[in-house]
Antibody, heavy 121, light 108 residues
Framework: QVQLQESGPGLVKPSQTLSLTCTVS??????????WSWIRQHPGKGLEWIGF???????FYNPSLKSRVTISVDTSKNQFSLKLSSVTAADTAVYYC?????????????WGQGTLVTVSS | SSELTQDPAVSVALGQTVRITCQGD??????SSWYQQKPGQAPLLVIY???NRPSGIPDRFSGSSSGNTVSLTITGAQAEDEADYYC???????????FGGGTKLTVL
């Protein structure tokens, strides 16, 4: 059973960089056939795809966030990470990591529990 | 605005059948998936591909597609099905993932 767990600061100051890590257990990030994704959900709102990465390092980003987002992967630690720069209060959200199946046009079959990140001074 | 459009809210009487829809041009070319999200929980995949259920998802959940519209049908809705439901697929370019805006299902 694949499990994902987000970790990182729950409070980030405006203009700083939000950094989160997702640790994958029960399966290898390097196994292929999957992308590894970040999704966020503003309070009381819907889901917003941030981007995803393949174990080789290939990335796809949401065009609306692309200028501020970097997703990276560390296969030795079975982790992938999110960096979102120049944050504002509008980036306050629950951030989820998830596994994306490359087949079936990208269904997200395993999710982390989510972590709330608040942007405030 | 999302490339996938869902009705914001739908209600169903306990034990009845409800259909939740998702519309978008990209759905003519790509599979979609459906997720159930209960308050305070992460989304849970309930339908993917043509009409596939992950292990553990009750068979009262089913999916279908017609043209630019995909549907999630719950046959014999239960109280525990009350949740938000989201669809997702690729966007029209095929290079980005998109979600529908979500549908809040109320079981009366």
């Amino acid at each position: 059973q694949v499990q994902l767990q987000e970790s990182g600061p729950g409070l980030v100051k405006p203009s700083q960089t939000l950094s989160l890590t997702c640790t994958v257990s029960g399966g290898s990030i390097s196994s292929g056939g999957y992308y590894w994704s970040w999704i966020r959900q503003h309070p009381g709102k819907g889901l917003e795809w941030i981007g995803f990465i393949y174990y080789s390092g290939s990335t796809f980003y949401n065009p609306s966030l692309k200028s501020r987002v970097t997703i990276s992967v560390d296969t030795s630690k079975n982790q992938f990470s999110l960096k979102l720069s120049s944050v504002t209060a509008a980036d306050t959200a629950v951030y989820y990591c998830a596994r994306v199946r490359n087949e079936f046009d990208w269904c997200l079959d395993y999710w982390g529990q989510g972590t709330l990140v608040t942007v405030s001074s | 605005s999302s490339e996938l459009t869902q009705d914001p809210a739908v209600s169903v009487a306990l034990g009845q059948t409800v259909r939740i829809t998702c519309q978008g041009d990209s759905l003519r070319n790509y599979y979609s998936s459906w997720y159930q999200q209960k308050p305070g929980q992460a989304p849970l995949l309930v339908i993917y591909g043509k009409n596939n259920r992950p292990s553990g998802i009750p068979d009262r959940f089913s999916g279908s597609s017609s043209g630019n519209t995909v549907s999630l049908t719950i046959t014999g809705a239960q109280a525990e099905d009350e949740a938000d439901y989201y669809c997702n697929s690729r966007d029209s370019s095929g290079n980005h993932l998109v979600f529908g805006g979500g549908t809040k299902l109320t079981v009366l």
